[in-house]
T-cell receptor, first 111, second 113 residues
Framework: DAGITQSPRYKITETGRQVTLMCHQT?????MFWYRQDLGHGLRLIYY???????DKGEVPDGYVVSRSKTENFPLTLESATRSQTSVYFC??????????FGSGTQLSVL | QKEVEQNSGPLSVPEGAIASLNCTYS??????FFWYRQYSGKSPELIMS????GDKEDGRFTAQLNKASQYVSLLIRDSQPSDSATYLC?????????????FGTGTKLQVIP
């Protein structure tokens, strides 16, 4: 089906473990984004990508790594998970970088 | 000062009434303004965009923009219980090469049957 999909939907991990959240879109949108959403903070941009092989930091990039070798995929890796990274993570895509289409989100718990 | 500010609510309105949601932003050169709706446990969904001063209507929704006052609002006419959700204001500013979109923390709307 066309659209943007995230996996997994739920993830529980332990502090210090590496975790990768997946994001795949079928629209061939140029822009892709990773946001985290926390109570009281709203949506905060972690990383974004304007095209394949082009990524840049957002507001809260520390502790996260991204890559974009193909236009359709934009995985987010937590290299060594911490409890403060417990959050809901949303991937989004956009053709021109302003009207964002969001995936269904990944609820991550770091114990 | 937050870049995009919204009252967190909840804003409670009776069914059939007009709901008025407000948003202020700090970057005076912002160009594009958006309203997203987010149901509990779901992802945000774009419902309105506005780029120039004045009103823009789409069905029961009206977005209003006043760049001089740095103010954006969303009016929902004939509010329905299905409109109960959190409404996120988003602003596209200027920050280096890519003009990033910044979100407010959202206003929770409750429509009472």
């Amino acid at each position: 089906d066309a659209g943007i999909t995230q996996s997994p939907r739920y993830k529980i991990t332990e502090t210090g473990r590496q975790v990768t959240l997946m994001c795949h879109q079928t629209w061939s949108h140029s822009y892709m984004f990773w946001y985290r959403q926390d109570l009281g903070h709203g949506l905060r941009l972690i990383y974004y990508s304007a095209a394949a092989d082009i990524t840049d930091k957002g507001e809260v990039p520390d502790g996260y790594v991204v890559s974009r070798s193909k236009t359709e995929n934009f995985p987010l890796t937590l290299e060594s998970a911490t409890r403060s990274q417990t959050s809901v993570y949303f991937c989004a895509s956009s053709d021109q970088g302003e009207k964002l289409f969001f995936g269904s989100g990944t609820q991550l718990s770091v114990l | 000062q937050k870049e995009v500010e919204q009252n967190s609510g909840p804003l409670s309105v009776p069914e059939g009434a007009i709901a008025s949601l407000n948003c202020t932003y700090s970057d005076r050169v912002s160009q594009s303004f958006f309203w997203y709706r987010q149901y509990s446990g779901k992802s945000p969904e774009l419902i309105m965009s506005i780029y120039s001063n004045g009103d823009k209507e789409d069905g029961r929704f009206t977005a209003q923009l006043n760049k001089a006052s740095q103010y954006v609002s969303l009016l929902i006419r004939d509010s329905q219980p299905s409109d109960s959700a959190t409404y996120l204001c988003a602003v596209r500013g200027i920050s280096g090469g890519y003009q990033k979109v910044t979100f407010g923390t959202g206003t929770k709307l409750q429509v009472i049957p």
